[in-house]
């Protein structure tokens, strides 16, 4: 079992940074797959970027020159590094992780289990 807290969302103007973390707690020895997700009001909930244990990482054709995805193993940590901020980022985004994902289900919101209750970016212009 899992269980995900996100934390690191703000208010920012367009152009901005912002760093969200997600700490996981995990009951086993396996690591999930670990995937950020956004959803804007009237929006379908859309992946952003993802990481698997071993390091490999997919993103979202819209983020992949702004945002990084990374981990910190030892302190249970995944992290996503927003930058260039937009006004179309503004979404709350949730942590999320998984297992048996396959490679072109990574940024599939069904494809993972457990989720958290999400952190919210605003961007100004």
């Known amino acids: 079992q899992v269980q995900l807290v996100e934390s690191g969302g703000g208010s920012v103007q367009a152009g901005g940074s912002l760093r969200l973390s997600c700490v996981a707690s995990?009951?086993?020895?396996?690591?999930?797959?670990m995937g950020w997700f956004r959803q804007a009001p009237g929006k379908e909930r859309e992946g952003v970027a993802a990481i698997y244990p071993g390091g490999g990482r997919l993103y979202a054709d819209s983020v992949k020159d702004r945002f990084t995805i990374s981990k910190d193993g030892p302190k249970n940590t995944v992290y996503l590094h927003l930058n260039s901020l937009t006004p179309e980022d503004t979404a709350m985004y949730y942590c999320?992780?998984?297992?048996?994902?396959?490679?072109?289900?990574?940024?599939?919101?069904?494809?993972?289990?457990?989720w958290g209750k999400g952190t919210q970016v605003t961007v100004s212009s």
């Open positions: 995990i009951d086993t020895p396996n690591r999930p797959v």
């Open positions: 999320a992780a998984g297992y048996d994902i396959t490679w072109d289900s990574t940024v599939s919101a069904g494809a993972y289990t457990y």
